[in-house]
């Protein structure tokens, strides 16, 4: 069993700033990559941000420049960096992970947080 819990969600300005973070817990063996997606009010999900543990990073064409993720393996846990934040940004912010279980290194589990409120005001 894995949990992934999201923090840092609130209400910003267009122009602020926010700092989301996911720590994972459980049953890991290891963690072979973290991410972050997002779905606004009657839309489809769709990826933010994604880094391996060895550091290579993915970002959304929206997100590009503004948004930087980070990780840190000793303590499992993946973080978003949000500046320039504009209107369209607003949507439920979600953490995924990808982890192999301790007992069987073939074996990829993908497990998701339970999302995190960002609301960007104009």
């Known amino acids: 069993q894995v949990q992934l819990v999201e923090s840092g969600g609130g209400l910003v300005q267009a122009g602020g700033v926010l700092r989301l973070a996911c720590a994972a817990s459980?049953?890991?063996?290891?963690?072979?990559?973290m991410g972050w997606y997002r779905q606004g009010p009657g839309k489809q999900r769709e990826l933010v941000a994604h880094i391996t543990s060895g550091g290579t990073t993915n970002y959304g064409d929206s997100v590009k420049g503004r948004f930087t993720i980070s990780i840190d393996n000793a303590k499992n846990t993946v973080y978003l960096q949000m500046n320039s934040l504009k209107p369209e940004d607003t949507a439920v912010y979600y953490c995924?992970?990808?982890?192999?279980?301790?007992?069987?290194?073939?074996?990829?589990?993908?497990?998701w947080g339970q999302g995190t409120q960002v609301t960007v005001s104009s």
């Open positions: 459980g049953s890991i063996g290891r963690i072979n990559a």
């Open positions: 995924n992970a990808e982890i192999i279980p301790p007992y069987d290194t073939n074996y990829k589990n993908y497990w």
